[in-house]
């Protein structure tokens, strides 16, 4: 289908607690397998669009419940235990689409992160947030950096989002010096 448009250069914000679970239920409970838990449970890992479209099954660690991001970012990170569920329950369902767990091997990588975008918009659609300021599919894995940041500081969001400086991790979940 075509792409759900957003506004470009916004900044996105962490979704609330609540919200998160509006999104859990949107993504996590399907009667049938599908792609949607795999692309959801791995943004609350802390992927990107381009980094959820590149796993394959071997950058998972099911057992130790982490995932292998490649990329600029290279990066190990835990799944939360919801979404390591939910991940596992679709993947013994047979919801991997491919080699690449989230999208068909056919696709480019710019259009593969481009499906994942607008799958993780269709989940935020479906759980009433599309009208909601700044809220986004970025905003899955906004909601656990802000986690990490409350658990074990600024350092520990900059790791779990791959970023560049602790300056953007601070914009990106809306934190100040004072909240340092």
Request: net charge negative; aromatic share 2%; proline share 4%.
């Amino acid at each position: 289908g075509e792409p759900i448009a957003h506004k470009n250069g916004e900044a996105k914000r962490p979704l609330t607690d609540r919200e998160m679970q509006r999104v859990r239920a949107q993504a996590y409970h399907w009667m049938v397998p599908c792609r949607r838990p795999l692309v959801v449970a791995l943004a609350e890992a802390g992927g990107t669009a381009p980094e959820i479209a590149a796993v394959e099954l071997e950058h998972l660690d099911l057992d130790e419940g982490v995932v292998h991001f490649t990329g600029k970012a290279a990066r190990t990170n835990r799944i939360p235990p919801e979404a390591h569920e939910a991940l596992c329950r679709a993947l013994d369902e047979g919801a991997a689409v491919g080699k690449r767990i989230t999208v068909t091997d056919a696709l480019d990588a710019n259009k593969a992160a481009r499906s994942v975008t607008q799958e993780l918009s269709e989940v935020i659609r479906d759980a009433g947030l599309a009208r909601v300021p700044r809220v986004a599919g970025a905003s899955i894995r906004l909601h656990h950096a802000l986690r990490h940041f409350h658990d074990g500081g600024i350092g520990d969001a900059v790791r779990f989002l791959g970023a560049i400086s602790v300056d953007t991790t601070m914009r990106s979940l809306g934190l100040t010096v004072d909240d340092l």
